[in-house]
């Protein structure tokens, strides 16, 4: 489904004539790309889900906020707003994140909901929730929770 939505996307932006957009669409579809031949060597012809992809978008995005610290700090401003450009692209494809207040009452759901006790269950812990809410909560901070309750 998702998928469908970045090419549908990138047909979209191609008509409208939007060059930021065309650019960064085929930057992500090429990203997928890689991502389904690494796994097809695996043995998984169907490529990545839609969970993974979701993931590989956040990263993209943290890598762009990265990269627009680094532009600030070297006084290239135009550069840093083509990333800020490229990060409204590619957040319109990612779920609605969750609020930090949120975010913490997720953690302690999923911890009660698997019987989570110690720092030994923090692996299923955070493997639960990529497996619920891929897409839409910064794992490492969600991780640093998990260390406060399991801790």
Same mark, same amino acid.
């Given at each position: 489904?998702?998928?469908?939505?970045?090419?549908?996307?990138?047909?979209?932006?191609?008509?409208?004539?939007?060059?930021?957009?065309?650019?960064?669409?085929?930057?992500?579809?090429?990203?997928?790309?890689?991502?389904?031949?690494?796994?097809?060597?695996?043995?998984?012809?169907?490529?990545?889900?839609?969970?993974?992809?979701?993931?590989?978008?956040?990263?993209?995005?943290?890598? $762009?906020?990265?990269?627009?610290?680094?532009?600030?700090?070297? @006084? /290239?401003? *135009?550069? !840093?707003?083509?990333? #800020?450009?490229?990060?409204?692209?590619?957040?319109?494809?990612?779920?609605?994140?969750?609020?930090?207040?949120?975010?913490?009452?997720?953690?302690?759901?999923?911890?009660?909901?698997?019987?989570?006790?110690?720092?030994?269950?923090?692996? $299923?812990?955070?493997?639960?929730?990529?497996?619920?809410?891929? @897409? /839409?909560? *910064?794992? !490492?901070?969600?991780? #640093?929770?998990?260390?406060?309750?399991?801790?």
């Amino acid at each position: 489904m998702l998928r469908q939505r970045l090419n549908d996307s990138l047909k979209e932006a191609m008509k409208a004539g939007q060059p930021r957009s065309v650019a960064t669409v085929r930057l992500i579809l090429a990203a997928l790309k890689d991502r389904d031949i690494t796994v097809r060597g695996q043995g998984n012809l169907g490529g990545i889900g839609d969970d993974e992809i979701l993931t590989m978008l956040q990263s993209m995005v943290k890598q $762009r906020r990265d990269s627009i610290a680094m532009y600030e700090q070297g @006084g /290239r401003p *135009d550069l !840093a707003s083509q990333e #800020a450009e490229e990060i409204a692209v590619i957040e319109s494809f990612l779920p609605t994140p969750l609020a930090e207040d949120e975010v913490a009452d997720v953690v302690a759901e999923v911890i009660d909901d698997i019987g989570a006790r110690t720092m030994k269950d923090m692996g $299923r812990t955070m493997a639960a929730l990529k497996e619920r809410y891929a @897409g /839409r909560m *910064d794992f !490492a901070k969600a991780s #640093a929770l998990v260390k406060d309750r399991l801790g």
